[in-house]
């Protein structure tokens, strides 16, 4: 068995010997720190969701590459967990449109590594590293069709909006076909009281890209100011990365 993957069982497996523990938190702070410094000069992020196991030939695959373009076109850096499928063809659409592609990364023993797409990407070794590192950039989320790990990330987006943990972000589900079966279960979660009315407004369900993006635009550009904040600049004494000019809101 691979070490990193050893690590991952043992951070699962309750109380161990004090130095696996201590050592468990180093590698934490470790990849904390790493994607902390790589992703500090990307610029504000939209992060999209979607599966790893749609080929390029597939529906889905274009309309992530129309999205990765049009959140490009709005002047914001497209970022994925890194992989193929989906988040590929968001990172691909972003890319060709002349905007900022980024990921943050986890190796999988079953899923390929990085897509090409990709100006800057970190890694990580912990999926809840992973997660803080994709929210902590991001003023936006969209959700493409996916599996347990989108459904993962798009309940987490929506729990932490709805406890105020973040700011109210767009959530955007694209593909109403895919998600009406999902949708269901949440409306029947509100008729039954385990969230409030209040929550069923948390997100927007399209299948248009402009509403998409009129949604997105209009909760985050006009109503925080976003894109017009001057970018830091990265140390080269302290090696932080270089990245492409962020492209210029269409």
């Known amino acids: 068995m691979d070490p990193a993957d050893r690590d991952d069982r043992i951070l699962l497996e309750g109380p161990q010997g004090r130095l696996k523990d201590l050592w468990l938190v180093l590698r934490s702070v470790r990849d904390f720190i790493a994607g902390f410094r790589g992703l500090h000069f990307v610029g504000p992020c939209v992060t999209v969701f979607g599966s790893a196991r749609f080929k390029p030939d597939h529906p889905?695959?274009?309309?992530?590459?129309?999205?990765?373009?049009?959140?490009?076109?709005?002047?914001?850096?497209?970022?994925?967990?890194?992989?193929?499928?989906?988040?590929?063809?968001?990172n691909r659409g972003a890319k060709e449109a002349g905007g900022r592609s980024?990921?943050?990364?986890?190796?999988?023993?079953?899923?390929e590594g990085a897509n090409p797409y990709l100006d800057h990407s970190v890694q990580s070794h912990y999926f809840f590293v992973r997660k803080v590192l994709l929210f902590k950039y991001s003023y936006a989320f969209v959700a493409l069709p996916g599996g347990f790990g989108t459904m993962d990330e798009l309940f987490e987006?929506?729990?932490?909006?709805?406890?105020?943990?973040?700011?109210?972000?767009?959530?955007?589900l694209m593909g109403t076909s895919y998600w009406r079966r999902l949708l269901h279960l949440i409306h029947r979660m509100e008729r039954e009281g385990t969230i409030s009315a209040n929550d069923l407004s948390l997100w927007l369900t399209t299948d248009s890209?402009?509403?998409?993006?009129?949604?997105?635009?209009?909760?985050?550009?006009?109503?925080?100011?976003?894109?017009?904040?001057?970018?830091?600049?990265?140390?080269r004494v302290l090696g932080e990365p270089r990245v492409p000019p962020r492209s210029t809101p269409g």
């Open 60 to 90: 889905y695959y274009a309309l992530g590459r129309e999205v990765g373009a049009g959140l490009a076109h709005l002047g914001f850096t497209v970022m994925t967990g890194g992989g193929p499928g989906l988040m590929e063809a968001a």
């Open 209 to 235: 890209l402009e509403e998409a993006m009129a949604h997105i635009r209009a909760h985050t550009v006009d109503q925080f100011g976003l894109l017009k904040r001057p970018e830091p600049k990265p140390s």
């Open 157 to 172: 987006a929506l729990t932490l909006v709805q406890t105020g943990k973040i700011q109210s972000f767009p959530i955007v």
């Open 102 to 111: 980024v990921a943050c990364n986890i190796r999988l023993p079953n899923e």
